[in-house]
């Protein structure tokens, strides 16, 4: 079980320092989401299984999609479109798929019925409840709030790209 531990902890790693040196938004989107996944499943080895629901429903899910949603409002225009044909070629998703393939390995270990058990005790969904809307309520109303502030910043700053294109192109969103 601890040896799973620290393979996990390995794909954790090189997934997140992908995300740090990746050049390419999409690309690091993609790893982030391995890593999202993996920390998903130390939620899970560690005896918290809802912990680990919330983590790839809410992050790997929810969170992803937005950013992806303000990657793909912020990069418009016909040479993007090509570059991201480019990008979403087989070779770029081969780290990632190796990543979750190994993840996928883990999880289905763990599942086994003759698979040692978690190591922590189990979390349930009202000890996750009283956590954060209790001592920590402020500061995940904050973080909702800095969600929002990021997605309306987003669109306030491709606003003016798409005006500029506009005019250059000499397109008008008025006609039919």
Not at 57 to 79: D, H, K, P, S
Not at 80 to 95: D, H, K, M, T
Request: charged share 10%; proline share 3%.
């Amino acid at each position: 079980m601890q040896g799973l531990f620290h393979l996990n902890m390995l794909i954790a790693l090189l997934a997140a320092l992908q995300v740090i040196r990746g050049v390419n938004a999409v690309h690091a989107l993609l790893y982030l989401v391995v890593t999202l996944l993996t920390m998903a499943l130390l939620f899970f080895q560690l005896g918290a299984p809802f912990a680990a629901a919330l983590q790839v429903i809410v992050y790997a899910g929810a969170i992803m999609v937005l950013m992806v949603f303000v990657i793909m409002m912020l990069n418009q225009g016909e040479a993007v479109v090509g570059q991201e044909r480019v990008w979403l070629s087989g070779a770029n998703w081969r780290g990632p798929t190796l990543l979750c393939a190994l993840l996928l390995a883990e999880l289905s270990y763990l599942l086994l019925p003759a698979a040692p058990g978690g190591e922590g005790h189990l979390v349930d969904a009202a000890a996750v409840g009283r956590a954060l809307y209790g001592p920590y309520l402020l500061l995940v109303e904050l973080a909702s709030m800095l969600l929002l502030a990021a997605l309306v910043a987003a669109w306030h700053l491709a606003r003016p790209l798409r005006k500029h294109r506009e005019e250059e192109s000499g397109d008008d969103c008025n006609t039919g």
